[in-house]
C-alpha cells in the first residue's frame, strides 16, 4: 500500500477540522486582518491545504483571479446586520479561511 503524500495527510487532517460559525465569533479574526474568504466555487479543505503546504503559484492565482479575498469593512457591515449567514471556516495558521454556507 502506498503512504501518503504529505499533501494528502494534511488534507484530511483539515477535512475533519472544517466548523460552521456565524459571523460574530469570526469577527475578532476579521479584525485582526487574519479572514480570507474563499470563493463558494472553490474546494475550502484544498484551498487549507495548498496555504499550509505553501503552494505558492496556485494561491498566486486565486489571489489575482478574486477567488480569495479579504472581506472588506462593507462585507463585514453585511455579515454583521445579516444574523442568518452562516460560514464554514477551518483556521490554517495564521489565517481563518471562511467561506459562505450555501443552502443544499
Request: no cysteine.
Amino acid at each position: 500500500m502506498t503512504e501518503p503524500s504529505k499533501e494528502q495527510e494534511i488534507y484530511e487532517k483539515l477535512k475533519t477540522e472544517v466548523e460552521s460559525a456565524s459571523w460574530e465569533p469570526l469577527k475578532e479574526h476579521y479584525q485582526r486582518g487574519a479572514i480570507i474568504v474563499v470563493s463558494n466555487d472553490l474546494d475550502l479543505i484544498q484551498v487549507g491545504s495548498d496555504i499550509a503546504t505553501d503552494n505558492v503559484e496556485i494561491i498566486k492565482n486565486l489571489l489575482s483571479d478574486g477567488k480569495l479575498t479579504q472581506p472588506t469593512d462593507e462585507h463585514a457591515q453585511q455579515f454583521t446586520e445579516d444574523e442568518d449567514v452562516m460560514f464554514h471556516f477551518i483556521i490554517v495558521q495564521p489565517y481563518v479561511l471562511i467561506q459562505k454556507k450555501v443552502d443544499d
